[in-house]
């Protein structure tokens, strides 16, 4: 297993729409270890195939990372949202190539998904609560969809100007 560098913005690979898998494969699985173990390093919950410069469509999540109970790793290809709750809730959001810039952002509470597991086989996962919202996160990724497109313009661009100072400060440091 390796652990891959995270790109960050304005990385223009974190803009483009990801494509499906046509199966998962030894090298897809692969990725997905090698996503796992990224993740977990950073520390994050979830992280999409184009953070790492892979424009394929799939995803890892794991809400329990961090905290004291059992690791609960997720492994999707082509990820679906079946359905989603009209019901919404918010988050205070953040991402792995946003680093350190938080919004609270508005979602549907709950969502079905379709996807491929780790050994190609098509599952059916109904999830709520932070899985609901980073799985939601995770599959805007794939289509080049950032947490700070779905706040207003004046706070994205608060958020864009802030890591922008934040980087001249580490250079500078
Ligand atoms: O680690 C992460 N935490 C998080 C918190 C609230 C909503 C979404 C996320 S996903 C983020 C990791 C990441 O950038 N995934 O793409
Ligand atoms: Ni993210």
Redesign the pocket.
């Known amino acids: 297993m390796a652990k891959v560098p995270i790109l960050e913005i304005p990385d223009p690979r974190l803009r483009q729409k990801a494509l499906p898998v046509e199966r998962v494969d030894a090298g897809i699985a692969r990725l997905m270890e090698d996503m796992l173990e990224t993740m977990y390093a950073a520390p994050g919950v979830g992280l999409a195939a184009p ?1 790492v410069g892979v424009l394929s469509r799939v995803l890892v999540v794991d809400v329990a990372a961090g905290d004291d109970s059992s690791p609960a790793p997720l492994r999707m290809a082509n990820p679906e949202i079946l359905w989603a709750s009209t019901e919404r809730t918010s988050y205070k959001e953040g ?3 946003l680093p350190e810039q938080y919004a609270e952002v508005t979602r549907p509470c709950q969502v079905r998904v379709r996807y491929l597991d780790q050994r190609n086989a098509v599952r059916v996962l109904e999830a709520d609560g932070l899985l609901a919202t980073v799985l939601q ?1 995770e599959i805007d ?1 794939l289509e080049g969809v950032l947490f700070v497109d779905h706040v207003s313009k004046l706070k994205r661009d608060m958020i864009l100007r802030r890591l922008q100072k934040t980087r001249r400060v580490r250079e500078s440091a």
């Open positions: 953070q991402c792995l190539s996160h990724h």
